[in-house]
């Protein structure tokens, strides 16, 4: 162990451990915090400046680093075995860089009392990545190997910016929030990926992508007002977005396979978007207890649309696509509105009003749909865009009916209509 200045600039050599006192699988990671003057021992406390010298070689290496009052400079370079690198930061702004190479690999890094870097990728291995963020605005980036990863970040207390990306396996990615306004990026690679976000204290931004698999994508929101955005990649994607405390906006689009998107509104004035792309697609729309706004869209594939109204007086807009789709919207317990319109194929679309003063609009398409509207206990109104053939029957008897094999809209509970 070097000891220079209080507060001087000097350089650390660091050696790797090898042999009974070296850490040498991803499990063996908590002996690092446990005890790490007998498992990684020695350790180089730098005061201004460190720059390992580090030596890998074919055998699992432990590696340990913290920074002191000054600003850091810490790397690490795994060899060919099961590497474990652990990095402090400091009182200053440091900077951290760990590699895993091959092997099984477990990196940790830690911010200190300032606006901390860290860079973490794994090698060709099932490698472990953990960030955690300190006091100050921190960067934590992270880039999966050749295996399946697991990634790990934590915001602290500042403003931090978290980057993510899997590799060539079945990763696993989590981001948390810390107590500032938070960026988390994550994007899954060629793999079934896992990624799970989660909004902190402040105004968070959170975007997803998957990969080529079939991947699943967790969002959810914090104590602010949080954006979240989640995109399908090639397969079969899963992606589920909540709300938090604050005015969330939550953005998903799936891509070329079937996929299944659930948005949850929170305690705020929520902005749900959802757009199925290629597939057979499953849209659902959940709003909260604020004045929420739902838009979903199908894609090319026979799709489904459902959209369920909160406590508070919502607009719920639905589009079908380009196959025979279905559609299902039901208001809550304020004035709601709903919006359905049909695609290109034959939908089924069932509209149901609350207990509220609603509106329930059908823009006809160019195929033979057919519609049910149920106005509910409020004072409702139906707002009908038909085209020339269409068939109309209010609580069970025919009061329209303009030419044959169009669309049937069938009401109920509804005390007026209009006919557009």
Not at 158 to 163: A, E, P, S, T
Not at 189 to 208: E, M, T
Not at 277 to 305: E, H, K, L, T, Y
Not at 314 to 342: E, H, M, P, S, Y
């Amino acid at each position: 162990m070097n000891i220079g200045t209080a507060y001087g600039n000097y350089t650390n050599t660091l050696q790797p451990l090898t042999g009974a006192s070296a850490v040498a699988s991803a499990s063996q990671l908590a002996q690092c915090y446990q005890g790490f003057n007998s498992a990684l021992s020695p350790i180089n406390w730098g005061s201004g400046y460190v720059s390992p010298a580090i030596s890998p070689n074919f055998g699992g290496n432990a590696v340990a680093q913290a920074g002191g009052w000054g600003n850091d400079w810490q790397a690490a370079v795994g060899g060919w075995g099961n590497d474990a690198i652990a990095q402090w930061g400091g009182g200053g702004n440091d900077l951290q860089r760990a590699w895993g190479g091959p092997g099984n690999d477990a990196i940790a890094q830690s911010g200190g009392w300032g606006n901390d870097r860290q860079y973490a990728s794994g090698g060709w291995g099932n490698d472990a990545l953990s960030q955690f963020g300190g006091w100050g605005n921190d960067v934590q980036r992270a880039r999966g190997g050749w295996g399946d990863d697991a990634i790990g970040q934590r915001g602290g207390f500042g403003n931090d910016r978290q980057v993510a990306r899997g590799g060539w396996g079945n990763d696993v990615i989590g981001q948390s929030g810390g107590w500032g306004n938070d960026v988390q990026r994550a994007h899954g690679g060629p793999g079934s990926d896992l990624i799970r976000q989660s909004g902190g204290w402040g105004n968070d931004r959170q975007v997803a992508r998957g990969g080529w698999g079939a991947d699943a994508i967790r969002q959810a929101g914090g104590w602010g007002n949080d954006v979240q955005r989640a995109r399908g990649g090639a397969g079969n994607d899963f992606i589920r977005q909540s709300g938090g405390f604050g005015n969330d906006r939550q953005v998903a689009r799936g891509g070329f396979g079937n996929d299944v998107i659930r948005q949850h509104g929170g305690q705020g004035n929520d902005v749900q978007r959802a757009h199925g792309g290629p597939g057979n697609d499953r849209i659902a729309q959940r709003a909260g207890s604020g004045n929420d706004r739902q838009v979903a869209r199908g894609g090319n594939g026979s799709d489904v649309i459902r959209q369920n109204g909160g406590s508070g007086n919502d607009v719920q807009r639905a589009r079908g696509g380009g196959g025979n789709d279905r559609i299902v919207q039901a208001g809550g317990q304020g004035n709601d509105k709903l919006v359905a319109t049909g695609g290109k194929g034959n939908d089924r679309i069932t509209q149901r009003g609350g207990s509220g003063n609603d509106t329930l609009r059908y823009n006809g398409s160019k195929g033979k749909d057919r519609v049910n509207i149920n106005g509910g206990s409020g004072d409702d109104k139906a707002v009908l865009n038909l085209g020339k053939n269409y068939t109309i029957i209010n609580d069970g008897k025919v009061v329209e009916q303009h030419g044959k094999g169009g669309t049937t809209v069938r009401l109920r509970g509804v005390e007026d209509y209009v006919v557009k």
